[in-house]
């Protein structure tokens, strides 16, 4: 027994000395490859931008509509007319009518002779329903457009409320879209919109054009408010009724240098980098702020393309233990900031 005791005691402290060996092993190789290792100081345009999508619609929109019961006469425009307002587009026969309008004049020229004010003064009022009623025979254009689609003929019957088709302002589009409630602090009118069809090559141009002072809950439950966007330079080929992607810009693009945070050394309280040129190391003084997960931004000392040498390797400052831990890199939606991360804590 006691010469079974002294082999598991010589055993373990045999097997100790193996891991001390390892362990150091392991640190001195990973200090090694922590030196060895380099990172390069690079330009990255930031944008604030809100992501957006939808479907175009015409700047104005008319239905065209029968409002009385009768038979089409006259058919004077077709599908692709560019008309302009007060344009007769279709005639209802109205000869009914222009026969009680006929009537009435006569009757009014007579009672002139014999009749009192008042009774003149009536007979005037009810000319002008004469009018009306002539004037809807007629489906004419209550804006300068283009008609979208016309499906009517000469001597078709039309009910009242019958639709025909349709006459589209299209000299500019606007559209309709969801903004997180998140994100609406953001928003001002005149910001750039840029939409992306998918219909046309390369990106159009338009602006935030409204947007109202009360949110709304989706049936998603996700309260968000709907802003007006417009585009006034429309690409040809591009119809009401298309889809598009887009951004809204909230700032313009802005250069940033960044590099990885490992590549940051701290001494006397402050920040500094040790730039590789050659077989050369020279050590400067940096300020930088956190900038996401992995990276800062570089406020001073560099100008970028520098090469730099690490102080950590990712093992040593967490990065690992980050995501066994499974952190996820989360954004508010339809924002993009800092490269599209959120910054965490600094890391110093």
Same mark, same amino acid.
């Given at each position: 027994?006691?010469? *079974?005791?002294?082999?598991?005691?010589? @055993?373990?402290?045999?097997?100790?000395?193996?891991?001390?060996?390892?362990?150091?092993?392991?640190?001195?190789?990973?200090?090694? &490859?922590?030196?060895?290792?380099?990172?390069?100081?690079?330009?990255?345009?930031?944008?604030?931008?809100?992501?957006?999508?939808?479907?175009?619609?015409?700047?104005? %929109?008319?239905? @065209?509509?029968? !409002?009385?019961?009768?038979?089409?006469?006259?058919?004077?425009? *077709?599908?692709?007319?560019?008309?302009? $307002?007060?344009?007769?587009?279709?005639? #209802?026969?109205?000869?009914?009518? @222009?026969?009680?309008?006929? +009537?009435?004049?006569?009757?009014?020229?007579?009672?002139?002779?014999?009749?009192?004010?008042?009774?003149?003064?009536?007979?005037?009022?009810?000319?002008? *329903?004469? !009018?009306?009623?002539?004037?809807?025979?007629?489906?004419?254009?209550?804006?300068?457009?283009?008609?979208?689609? #016309?499906?009517?003929?000469?001597?078709?019957?039309?009910?009242?409320?019958?639709?025909?088709?349709?006459?589209?302002?299209?000299?500019?589009?606007?559209?309709?879209?969801?903004?997180?409630?998140?994100?609406?602090? =953001?928003?001002?009118?005149?910001?750039?919109?840029?939409?992306?069809?998918?219909?046309?090559?390369?990106?159009?141009?338009?602006?935030?054009?409204?947007?109202?002072?009360?949110? $709304?809950?989706?049936?998603?439950?996700?309260?968000?408010?709907?802003?007006?966007?417009? !585009?006034?330079?429309?690409?040809?080929?591009?119809?009401? &009724?298309?889809?598009?992607?887009?951004?809204?810009?909230?700032? $313009?693009?802005?250069?940033?240098?960044?590099?990885?945070?490992?590549?940051?050394?701290?001494?006397?309280?402050?920040?500094?980098?040790?730039?590789?040129?050659?077989?050369?190391?020279?050590?400067?003084?940096?300020?930088?702020?956190?900038? %996401?997960?992995?990276?800062?931004?570089?406020?001073?000392? !560099?100008?970028?393309?520098?090469?730099?040498?690490?102080? %950590?390797?990712?093992?040593?400052?967490?990065?690992?233990?980050?995501?066994?831990?499974?952190?996820?890199? =989360? +954004?508010?939606?339809?924002?993009?900031?800092?490269?599209?991360? &959120?910054?965490?804590?600094?890391?110093?």
């Amino acid at each position: 027994m006691k010469k *079974s005791a002294k082999i598991a005691f010589f @055993l373990g402290i045999f097997i100790f000395i193996l891991g001390g060996i390892f362990v150091a092993r392991t640190v001195a190789f990973s200090m090694k &490859n922590a030196s060895a290792q380099t990172y390069s100081v690079r330009q990255e345009i930031y944008e604030d931008v809100i992501e957006i999508a939808g479907t175009v619609s015409a700047a104005k %929109s008319q239905t @065209l509509k029968s !409002l009385n019961d009768g038979t089409v006469v006259g058919v004077y425009k *077709s599908e692709g007319d560019i008309v302009k $307002e007060g344009d007769l587009i279709v005639q #209802l026969d109205d000869s009914e009518q @222009l026969y009680n309008l006929a +009537n009435l004049d006569y009757e009014i020229s007579v009672a002139r002779q014999n009749q009192t004010a008042g009774k003149l003064a009536l007979m005037q009022t009810q000319r002008k *329903s004469l !009018l009306q009623k002539i004037r809807d025979r007629k489906i004419v254009a209550t804006f300068d457009g283009i008609i979208a689609s #016309l499906d009517v003929d000469s001597g078709d019957y039309l009910e009242a409320k019958d639709s025909i088709g349709t006459l589209v302002d299209t000299s500019f589009l606007t559209a309709e879209v969801e903004i997180a409630e998140t994100d609406v602090s =953001k928003l001002a009118v005149g910001q750039k919109v840029e939409f992306d069809f998918p219909a046309v090559e390369g990106k159009s141009e338009g602006y935030v054009s409204s947007f109202p002072a009360i949110g $709304e809950v989706t049936s998603r439950g996700a309260t968000v408010v709907k802003a007006k966007v417009r !585009l006034d330079e429309v690409p040809e080929g591009v119809l009401p &009724n298309f889809s598009f992607t887009g951004q809204i810009k909230i700032h $313009e693009g802005e250069e940033r240098l960044i590099v990885e945070r490992y590549a940051i050394g701290r001494e006397a309280g402050g920040a500094f980098v040790d730039v590789v040129s050659g077989n050369d190391v020279k050590r400067v003084f940096v300020s930088v702020e956190p900038y %996401s997960l992995d990276y800062v931004r570089i406020l001073s000392g !560099l100008s970028g393309g520098e090469i730099l040498k690490a102080q %950590s390797s990712a093992e040593d400052s967490g990065k690992m233990r980050t995501m066994k831990r499974g952190d996820s890199k =989360k +954004n508010a939606k339809g924002t993009q900031t800092r490269g599209g991360q &959120n910054a965490p804590p600094s890391p110093f």
